[in-house]
């Protein structure tokens, strides 16, 4: 996921576009830090840093630094062929006014729609993870499938499955990824999940899920997405004797949200959580982070 966009020049900013704010760092000592990096790449060649749960992706051309915020887990291929798409609709632009003084009185805005364009093309990884039976292909279908209603059978998913999930999320598009929960599957997880930028957890709400989701599911998530950020989900919440939401997050040492992901109604909340979990508006946690 691209988080941000810092064009500079001569420590100028000629245009910067912050879709997630970075409220961990001081954006601008990272900015200093890593355009005095970028102004000694040689031109076109793509160079990156991680600080933290961010990379920052850079590029020099014409003597201006264009810098990328992403997620630290998140696809560096894919973002880096995207920084060069970016940098190429920009010199489409602006080439001109960049080779003379012009570029100081220039308007770079107009290039808002095109950076955004660009965001929207890498697909925001979501991983599903969780035991067999706990909701999560029936939370995948009542995201990506409205008009058929949420499954009210359980069939196991084989190794795993993926949809695309185009909804209010802009500039974002979602690649939800419902893992496959049974323990014969477990192991594959690692190579499904790679470059997830974001988990979600889903739990049946019961103390012996949250007993199988420390003991098989965090391992794997930790091995693999230490830098991803994850909420769960306490669903099954009309079932006799399910624990709260708070309970579930409690337990499981992750923020919890309430659900019933069979219920249609329940869509609308779970888009929201979505979202929310994507711009940063709930309290998540970062995979590495989780004190168990
Ligand atoms: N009572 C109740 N049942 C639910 C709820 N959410 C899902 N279910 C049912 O629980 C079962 C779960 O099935 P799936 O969503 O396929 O389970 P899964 O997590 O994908 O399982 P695996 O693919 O084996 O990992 C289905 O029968 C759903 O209809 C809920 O909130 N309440
Ligand atoms: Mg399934």
């Known amino acids: 996921m691209i988080r941000e966009i810092h064009i500079f020049k ?18 601008s000592s990272v900015m200093m830090l890593v355009s005095s990096s970028a102004k000694k790449l040689q031109e076109w060649k793509i160079d990156s840093m991680e600080i933290e749960r961010y990379r920052y992706v850079y590029m020099n051309s ?47 805005s107009p290039f808002g729609p ?23 292909t029936t939370l995948l279908e009542l995201a990506t ?20 999930l185009k909804a209010d999320f802009d500039p974002y598009i979602f690649s939800m990824f419902d893992l496959g929960g049974q323990d014969r599957f477990v ?26 989701t420390k003991r098989v599911a965090y391992p794997v998530l930790k091995a693999e997405l230490p ?31 309430g659900m019933q992901a069979n219920q249609a109604d329940f869509r609308e909340r779970w888009l929201r959580l979505l979202k929310d979990l994507a711009f940063e508006e709930i309290d998540s946690i970062v995979v590495g982070e989780i004190v168990e």
Request: glycine share 8%.
């Open 62 to 108: 014409h003597d201006t630094q264009f810098i990328m915020t992403m997620d630290r887990q998140a696809s560096l291929q894919k973002v880096s062929e995207a920084m060069m798409t970016m940098v190429s609709k920009f010199m489409t632009a602006f080439e001109s006014v960049l080779e003379t003084d012009e570029w100081k009185s220039t308007d770079f």
């Open 227 to 257: 830098y991803a950020r994850a909420i769960a989900i306490a669903n099954k919440q009309d079932m006799p004797g399910a624990l709260s939401p708070e309970e579930v997050g409690k337990r499981l040492g992750v923020p919890g949200y």
């Open 145 to 164: 499938l409205p008009s058929k209603g949420p499954p009210q059978d359980y069939v196991p998913t084989f190794f795993g499955d993926k949809a695309l």
């Open 114 to 136: 095109g950076f955004r364009a660009v965001v929207s093309r890498i697909p925001v990884k979501v991983c599903l993870a969780g035991h067999g039976g706990t909701g999560k």
């Open 187 to 212: 192991q594959e997880w690692g190579k499904i999940i790679r470059s997830g930028s974001m988990v979600v957890l889903v739990t049946d709400s019961t103390q012996e899920n949250i007993d199988w």
């Open 10 to 27: 001569e420590g100028k900013t000629l245009f910067e576009d912050v879709i997630v704010p970075n409220r961990d760092l001081d954006t």
